[in-house]
Structures are given as structure tokens and as C-alpha cells.
């Protein structure tokens, strides 16, 4: 600040006293940096709570679950969330552990911490409910695997699940309480979580991006335990960049998950409530949550007259989807969170009955226009323009193909996945 009773001040020394000013002002006070540095909670993984496949509800009893999943963004401490969203009755847990996992169902044992609730080894979920477990000091590695393992000491109905998970996780062969055991020598396997719906880590100014979607997100058709949904290719861009290394990213796809309308009757709760419906619980509640990308409306246009079920009355028009869109905008804004739009992908000659036709095809081209045209989102992503194919843009382009002309291949996770501007996060923190 300039002192105006130095009449001798000189024009140089003002100008000079002036830029120092201004630089002062425009560096982050050092409380801030601090603030932006600190260690927070931040979500390396997470999953969208569904239900079953209709008829095969998974039961559970005197048993040892011991879950994968992967991680994004690395941290220090960890805490595990488990849910009983679709649950009627309380969900016992007689004792559950988290590990650093080496392969198979082996775990590496120095890693290995016993979770609690509240200070207690044991919990009940009650029905409709979520319960965070108390963090314990672990080193957590970024794209890595971890381990959580829950003993079910009575009959235990898993109404909450993630069907689809492409990741083999394991079901102890003995009875009892297995969680503190290194490995589970002839366990069954299983491709889908069952109640374990997000892992936290404590990450050094740490942030969450959270990829809100259906099948296609939830990497429907890529190769199991290979991790290369198109939010895993991107967590794995992150993590390349030091300026982006303290991004976690967290996969809500849900299968046939659709904006305005939930499962269809038949289907009980397999695809999951509306997205409208979900957005606080799925979004909004993750840890540390900044950004979201959104691919969400094809199951809107497809699903009705197709055999997923939905009735004609759920026919729904490009302007009703654009409005959904516009909710979850507002609603994420609305909490500071930037909102990137997600252009919708080819599926023509889908090998889903009644999904695909040429007045659907026009109804996907106006959401995809008004996408790229409205802006409304705070960036978009291309996902359309990524992999169709140039010389017939309503189809997937065959090398990107997951062999039903609707959900791309591994190839086309990673094009997706790359497609995705970097420079929407690298001016976030100040490092």
C-alpha cells in the first residue's frame, strides 16, 4: 500500500511498489495453499448400489466375502462404506478387514487391518441404510487392488449388489469367519460386489470426479479384471500428471440405468433407481466430490417397445431428456460441482431387440445436438464422435465394437476414455 505522505515517493518507486501489490494479491495466501494441500477425503473407488439379476438373489450364511476393487487416487488413511439400500431387514456384519490384495484371493498380511464401527468389530445394516466404518493408517497405492472382507454370521439375503462388476471377488469354500485369513484356497468366485459400495482414502488436497452413467460406463462387454472401463482409462491419465494425481475417479454406471424412469417391472431393482433419483446418493455424497461427467439418455430412448421391458407409456421425448439433463446441472452447481456432458454413442443394428430404429436414431441426434449446442455444461466430452464410424455415424466403428453394436469393446473404452480433456482438471489446486 502505497504511503501518500512520502511526497518524495518517485514515479519508479510507485510503479514498482505497485506490481509488488499485485503480486501479492494474486498468490494464494498461504493459509489457502494450506487449505488446498490438506489431506481430505477423498473416494479412490466406488459402485452404484443396485439389485440382482430377477431370480437369482445371492444368500448368504456362516460365510466370507472377500471383494476387489481398485483404486484411483492414493492416500494414507482409509475408511469403507457398505449399504443395504434394497434390504427389508437388517444386514449383520460379524467382522470385516481390509488389505492390500497380491493376487487371487491372497492378500498381502502386514497390510492387513480389521475394520470397526463405531469402535466396534461388528455392525447391522439397517434396511434402506448405509454405514461408514472407522478409518484406519493404511497405505493405499494409487491404481492398485484392495481386499475387503466381510463375515455374514447368519442368513444373509444380498438385495444390494453390483450386478455387474467385471471383477472376480471370492466366497470363502469354509465356513466361518475367514476375513483375517492371507488367502481362501478353493473359494468360489463371483463377477458382482455385494454391499461394499465405496472405498475413501485421506489424499493430499484429494478431489473425487464421478462418472455418472449407465452399461456403457459401467464397462458392459470389456474384458473382466482388466480394469478398462473408460473411467479407469482415465484415472490412469490422471494419475500420469503430477498437476492431476490427487483426482480420484469413481464409477456410478449401473446397467440400463436410465434418467427419468427406474427399473422396469420384471427387472426388480437390477437397474438401479432414475438418475434423477439417485444423483444425491451416487453423486452428490461422494467423498470429496468436485466434477462430474455425465453419459445418461440412451436407455431412455431404447428401453421402451424393446426387451428390456419398459412400457410404451415411458416413451420419452429428446426436450423431457434434455430437461434431466438440466437437473442434474442445476443440482450439481448448485453444490459447486463442475458438470461435463457426455455426447450419447451409436447403436445401430443393436443386437437388443426393439432397442434401435430410425425414429430413435433422430431422437439421440437432437439430444446429442443440444449437448454440443446449448451450453449448458460446464465442458463436453465427445464420446459420440470418438468411436463411431466416420463412413456410417449411427453405428460403432467395428474395432471399437463390443459385439452387440451398443456397448464398445476394450478398444473403445480406451478411445472414450482418452477423449476426455485433461484440462478440465489441471488448474484446479495450486501445487
Keep these: 500500500m502505497l504511503d501518500h505522505r512520502e511526497p518524495q515517493f518517485t514515479h519508479s518507486a510507485a510503479l514498482a511498489a505497485a506490481l509488488v501489490a499485485v503480486v501479492a494479491w494474486s498468490a494464494p495466501a498461504p493459509a489457502l495453499a494450506d487449505a488446498r494441500s490438506a489431506p481430505r477425503w477423498t473416494a479412490t473407488w466406488a459402485s452404484g ?14 460365510q466370507t466375502l472377500r471383494e476387489i476393487v481398485h483404486t484411483s487416487v492414493p492416500g494414507t488413511r482409509v475408511r469403507v462404506k457398505l449399504s443395504n439400500t434394497f434390504g427389508s431387514e437388517p444386514v449383520v456384519i460379524g467382522s470385516a478387514h481390509i488389505a492390500r490384495r497380491v493376487a487371487g484371493a491372497r492378500v498381502d498380511p502386514a497390510s492387513d487391518r480389521r475394520l470397526t464401527f463405531g469402535g466396534i468389530d461388528h455392525v447391522a ?7 461408514v466404518s472407522d478409518p484406519v493408517d493404511l497405505a493405499v497405492p494409487a491404481l492398485s487392488d484392495l481386499a475387503i472382507s466381510l463375515y455374514l454370521p447368519q442368513p444373509t439375503t444380498a438385495s444390494t449388489m453390483h450386478a455387474v462388476a467385471l471383477q472376480t471377488s471370492y466366497l ?17 468366485t463371483t463377477t458382482s460386489w455385494h454391499f461394499v459400495t465405496s472405498v475413501d482414502v485421506l489424499a493430499r488436497g484429494g478431489a473425487t470426479v464421478v462418472a455418472l452413467g449407465d452399461s456403457i460406463t459401467d464397462g458392459s462387454n470389456s474384458s473382466v479384471d482388466a480394469n478398462l472401463r473408460w473411467p479407469n482409462v482415465l484415472a490412469n491419465r490422471l494419475q500420469a500428471h503430477r498437476a492431476t494425481r ?3 475417479v469413481v464409477d456410478e454406471g449401473i446397467i440400463g440405468n436410465r434418467i427419468l424412469h427406474p427399473t422396469e417391472p420384471g427387472f426388480e431393482n437390477l437397474f438401479g433407481p432414475a438418475g ?3 444423483f444425491d446418493r451416487d453423486v452428490l455424497a461422494q467423498a470429496g466430490v468436485a466434477h462430474v461427467i455425465v453419459l445418461l439418455g440412451i436407455n431412455d430412448i431404447g428401453h421402451p417397445g424393446s426387451s428390456a421391458g419398459a412400457p410404451a407409456s415411458e416413451e420419452v421425448t ?3 431428456i434434455e430437461a434431466g439433463l438440466l437437473q442434474f446441472i442445476e443440482r450439481a452447481h448448485e453444490h459447486g460441482i463442475q458438470v461435463f456432458g457426455a455426447t450419447l454413442t451409436p447403436f445401430e443394428d443393436t443386437t437388443l431387440v426393439g432397442f434401435f430404429s430410425p425414429e430413435k436414431e433422430q431422437k439421440r441426434q437432437a439430444v446429442n445436438r443440444w449437448i454440443r449446442t446449448a451450453g449448458k455444461f460446464d465442458g463436453i466430452v465427445d464420446f459420440d464422435a470418438a468411436i463411431r464410424d466416420p463412413s456410417h455415424p449411427a453405428r460403432i466403428l467395428p474395432a471399437f465394437d463390443g459385439g452387440d453394436h451398443l456397448h464398445p469393446s476394450d478398444a473403445g473404452q480406451r478411445a472414450m476414455g482418452e477423449a476426455i480433456p485433461l484440462g478440465w482438471f489441471e488448474s484446479e489446486r495450486d501445487e
Excluded: K, M, Q
Aim: net charge negative.
Design 276 to 278: 434423477l433419483a439417485r
Design 246 to 248: 490427487h483426482l480420484g
Design 318 to 320: 429428446a426436450e423431457e
Design 125 to 131: 445394516i439397517p434396511a434402506g441404510a448405509l454405514v
Design 49 to 62: 448400489p443396485a439389485g440382482p439379476f430377477p431370480g437369482a438373489t445371492p444368500t448368504f450364511d456362516n
Design 172 to 188: 470363502a469354500a469354509a465356513a466361518g469367519d475367514a476375513t483375517a485369513s492371507v488367502d481362501l484356497p478353493g473359494a468360489a
